[in-house]
């Protein structure tokens, strides 16, 4: 099998943001599933509005930052670590106001929101360390340097 030489090779740093992103998307979607379901059982109606807003909230929290990584992946330094520190600051913001909002309002089970939103915080955070941690990035750019 010959391969393309005009073909760019497959950025595997990419890889390891879209592997970060695709498993929290599917812990999102199962978690949106099981705590919907666990939700109605223990709380009724109110279990399943706590479990939207929890996974809505998580995907808020945990989605941005590997979003914001990937679209400034070959951005300078300067420009990365602005849009990181500022989707940061934006998802701080909007899960306070989301919170501040939801504080005197009682459609929702509160102990089913915390239960997946931690569930969702914490497993994305996992996922992001495996994809890290198992992405297969090279320290030196194959003929990037020379004499």
Request: glycine letters at 12%; charged letters at 10%; aromatic letters at 6%.
């Amino acid at each position: 099998m010959t391969t393309d030489p005009t073909t760019p090779a497959p950025d595997p740093t990419a890889a390891v943001f879209r592997r970060a992103l695709r498993d929290t998307a599917l812990l999102l979607g199962t978690l949106a599933v099981l705590g919907i379901g666990v939700g109605a059982l223990v709380a009724g109606l109110p279990g399943v509005w706590g479990a939207l807003v929890g996974v809505g909230l998580a995907l808020v929290f945990s989605g941005t930052t590997v979003v914001a990584m990937l679209r400034t992946l070959h951005s300078p330094p300067h420009t990365m670590a602005a849009v990181v520190m500022g989707t940061w600051l934006a998802k701080v913001l909007v899960v306070v106001v989301v919170l501040a909002v939801l504080r005197d309002q009682d459609f929702y089970s509160r102990g089913v929101l915390a239960a997946v939103l931690a569930l969702g915080v914490v497993g994305s955070a996992f996922l992001d360390y495996r994809a890290v941690a198992n992405g297969r990035v090279p320290y030196v750019e194959p003929g990037a340097g020379g004499r």
